[in-house]
């Protein structure tokens, strides 16, 4: 079984409004007064070769020319970037040394493994 074409960029197209105010504008005592939020979508992560996932990490879409790249950010403030494939394997490392790893983790889902850390991404998989 391959992740199809439109495995990642359905989930990636998602991201799209998963960030930030709904009404789009915000006074100012409402911007003083709530926290900062991460942008983005919440993700699991296991994070420095841990076991255990958590809802840690954020995932946000942008475009790269003709390119769509997701960036997985960590509550530390490190990321890490993809780019989304067309050739059926769904994401692929965009910069860095360490290759993105991508394994099917259930009917909705796809996990992503670069060196030590591990992401879950909501997905649709599909046989091609």
């Known amino acids: 079984m391959r992740i199809s074409e439109s495995v990642c960029l359905a989930g990636a197209l998602a991201l799209a409004g998963c ?9 100012d005592d409402a911007a003083a007064a709530a926290p900062a939020q991460k ?31 997701l960036t997985l950010r960590h509550s530390d403030g490190g990321f890490r970037r993809l780019k989304v494939t067309q050739d059926g394997h769904g994401v692929a490392a965009a910069d860095g040394a360490l290759p993105a790893q991508v394994t099917i983790a259930g009917d909705r889902e796809i996990e992503i493994a670069i060196g030590p850390d591990r992401y879950r991404l909501p997905a649709t998989v599909g046989a091609r």
Not at 49 to 61: I, L, W, Y
């Open 19 to 27: 960030s930030g105010r709904s009404d789009g504008q915000a006074g």
């Open 39 to 69: 942008p983005g979508l919440a993700i699991a992560c296991a994070r420095a070769g841990s076991a255990r996932f958590s809802q840690d990490c954020t995932v946000e879409q942008s475009a790269a020319g003709d390119a769509v790249i």
